[in-house]
């Protein structure tokens, strides 16, 4: 699988739990990802965002 692919999987997984579990408990989750992680997890507008833990 290329990195385009993966990263794009990952994102939609990451959505899908923003809109399934409250605030506190996404960032909680995102927060023990890796930092390689924390670019997917800024708004889906396709642009990637750093994204540092406890914010």
Do not use: C, I, N
């Amino acid at each position: 699988m290329d990195r385009q692919v993966a990263s794009y999987g990952a994102r939609a997984v990451l959505h899908t739990l923003r809109e399934a579990a409250s605030a506190k408990e996404y960032g909680d989750s995102v927060d023990q990802l890796p930092a390689e992680f924390w670019q997917l997890t800024g708004p889906g507008s396709g642009r990637l965002e750093t994204r540092r833990v406890g914010t």
